[in-house]
């Protein structure tokens, strides 16, 4: 496995892996983890399949890849897999973190302003501008709908929506004062305050979502690997490899899931959808 990872010739398999993966600490976490697993695979008697022998890391998924025959497990959020991948794909495991805002397979995303933004609760936010990452995120756009349609039913509440394609962009606009509120995943704010410390003298936190399951990483239905042998062989890899260097990784281990997990997703938008709003504006 270590030696294709994003380097030399194109492997038998590849793993999507662009979901946590926004910094160059990131990206390289994940390549010694999975450098670190697939020397765990070798001295163990885990037998996940020879494909994990040699694996490339991609940290730019695109949907050809999630549809390629080569791709062993794809890294996604749990919206766009409801919306786009699940005639295709099943949900197999999510990562774990020991992270402010993770509770086992679940998490939040929190509400941020500037730190000399007058408003104080949602609410005040009538008339702002705010920031997503994408349409299709669960974490900055699906739980800001639902929690602002409880507020403006089928009224226009935003003055300004700017989708900026990164939660770290997102945070950077509400820092340096282009929007005013933003929703962020826990994982995306630890790890963008990592990333940027000084963006924390700009921003806070001032309110959280509700709380749905985490990020997983999906297969195409047709796959013949089996998601919970898969989930115990990189649950192996990962105690060994938080014990050794993995810490400033957070990463804790990882748990198999179903797509009934992810139904509450849709739960938010058919609420806001009723309330009638359906689409944040």
Not at 109 to 133: C, D, G, M, T
Not at 243 to 261: C, N, P, S, Y
């Amino acid at each position: 496995m270590s030696k294709s990872i994003n380097q030399g010739p194109k492997s038998d398999s590849i793993i999507g892996c662009g979901m946590y993966a926004f910094t160059p600490f990131l990206r390289k976490a994940w390549t010694k983890f999975f450098q670190h697993a697939g020397q765990c695979h070798r001295v163990s008697q885990h037998s996940v399949d020879n494909t994990f022998c040699e694996i490339e890391l991609n940290f730019s998924p695109s949907n050809a890849l999630y549809f390629s025959e080569k791709a062993l497990l794809s890294h996604t959020c749990g919206y766009p897999y409801l919306k786009k991948w699940r005639d295709s794909h099943l949900p197999v495991c999510i990562p774990l973190f020991d992270i402010d805002g993770c509770d086992d397979i679940s998490y939040r995303s929190w509400f941020i302003r500037h730190k000399r933004s007058p408003n104080r609760h949602l609410e005040h936010f009538y008339q702002s501008r705010v920031a997503i990452n994408g349409w299709e995120s669960n974490s900055g756009m699906n739980v800001l709908r639902y929690a602002i349609s409880q507020l403006a039913g089928n009224s226009k509440f935003f003055r300004e929506v700017t989708v900026t394609g990164s939660h770290f962009q997102s945070i950077c606009d509400v820092a340096e004062g282009r929007a005013d509120i933003a929703a962020i995943d826990a994982v995306s704010f630890y790890f963008a305050s990592v990333k940027s410390p000084k963006l924390l003298d700009h921003i806070e936190i001032f309110d959280q979502s509700a709380v749905t399951v985490g990020l997983p990483f999906v297969q195409h239905r047709n796959s013949t690997i089996d998601p919970a042998e898969v989930t115990q062989f990189l649950n192996h890899a990962a105690k060994s490899f938080s014990d050794q260097h993995g810490a400033a990784f957070k990463l804790t281990g990882f748990k198999i899931v179903d797509e009934q997990a992810y139904l509450p997703m849709l739960e938010l938008e058919n609420k806001a959808v009723t309330a009638g709003y359906p689409e944040l504006r």
